[in-house]
Structures are given as structure tokens and as C-alpha cells.
């Protein structure tokens, strides 16, 4: 399997001609941008070997805490960690699940640090009207920014992509050799 500087060789040297290809069938920048973001952080930071102890975990400095829970509960090399689509799908939920969590818990502590002050009970209101706020933001942005959207979905998938294949190619030459060294 490839090493990690492999990996972000890969994805840095194969950036340009991805970017390039998604110019010329979307003609819009907007698109190019979102869709070769999406392929560099998926390739350098978000790929499939957070579930080990890999160049993209340990690119996420103080914050790779929170990928402890996804490197305990996935098998390295997994369809749930390199699998196509489904592997760039689960750590967007989890991430989002996460953060999602993490803000929750946040509100909590506040409500009670709140009601241990006997302070105005409108924390949860507040909370809900930003969440309300952010989640119509956010279907607004859908809305408006499709392609954009896709294109930053697919350049997740690509970068992910990127980085299977060239494992799977790795794994398929050196059992090839190795098949030639027994007979």
C-alpha cells in the first residue's frame, strides 16, 4: 500500500488535470473551485486512513481527538472506510453528526451553568432560532448553489477515490508478484 507522502503526491500532482477537466465541462469557476477544494482537503485530510494512525489523521493537529471514535469502530481497508461513495458518505455524517453532538452538549452546559445562576431561561429560544436560522441558510444555499454543492461532493468522492485506487493497484501488483514467486 502506498505510503502517505505517496497519497499526497498523487492527489497534489493530479489536482491541476481535475480541475482543468471540470472547467471545461462546467465552464464555471465557482464549480472548478468547490470541486478541486473538495478533491484536496478529501485527499489530504479527509480520506480514508482516519481510521488509522495516517499523515491525514495526524494533519488534523489538536482536533484529530474527534476521529478517536471513527478509528476505534472502523476496520482499516474496510468497504465502510475505502468503499466507494459509501466510505466519503459515513465520514461526512459522522463529522456532521459529531459537530452536530458536540453543540448539543455546548447548549447543555450553558442551560445549567445558566440555571445554576438563576439567570434568564432563554438559552434553549436562542439556540433554536439560530439552528432554525442556520438549517433555512442552509437549504437557501442548496437552492441557489447546486452545482457548487455537487462539485464540492464530488471532489470529496474524487479525493477519496484517488486514494483507494492507488491502494487497490499497490495491493493487486504485489500480490501479482507475489503469485509469481510461489510458482
Given at each position: ?90 465520514r461526512i455524517l459522522y463529522l456532521v453528526g459529531l459537530v452536530g453532538l458536540l453543540v448539543?452538549?455546548?447548549l447543555l452546559v450553558w442551560e445549567i451553568s445558566l440555571w445554576l445562576s438563576d439567570a ?64
Amino acid at each position: 500500500m502506498p505510503s502517505g507522502r505517496t497519497h499526497d503526491r498523487i492527489t497534489l500532482w493530479s489536482l491541476l488535470p481535475i480541475a482543468s477537466t471540470t472547467y471545461l465541462l462546467s465552464q464555471r469557476a465557482s464549480v472548478t473551485l468547490f470541486l478541486a477544494g473538495g478533491y484536496l482537503f478529501s485527499g489530504l485530510m479527509f480520506g480514508p486512513d482516519l481510521d488509522t494512525h495516517s499523515s491525514q489523521y495526524r494533519r488534523w493537529g489538536w482536533l484529530r481527538w474527534i476521529w478517536l471514535p471513527y478509528r476505534r469502530a472502523m476496520r482499516h481497508r474496510s468497504l465502510w472506510s475505502h468503499g466507494v461513495v459509501i466510505g466519503t458518505i459515513g465520514r461526512i455524517l459522522y463529522l456532521v453528526g459529531l459537530v452536530g453532538l458536540l453543540v448539543l452538549l455546548g447548549l447543555l452546559v450553558w442551560e445549567i451553568s445558566l440555571w445554576l445562576s438563576d439567570a434568564p431561561n432563554i438559552v434553549w429560544q436562542t439556540a433554536q432560532q439560530g439552528i432554525n436560522f442556520g438549517l433555512v441558510e442552509l437549504g437557501r444555499s442548496l437552492q441557489t448553489y447546486p452545482l457548487e454543492w455537487m462539485g464540492a461532493l464530488v471532489g470529496l468522492e474524487l479525493g477519496s477515490l484517488s486514494h483507494s485506487i492507488s491502494d487497490w493497484l499497490v495491493s493487486a501488483v504485489k500480490r501479482r508478484q507475489r503469485s509469481k514467486r510461489v510458482k
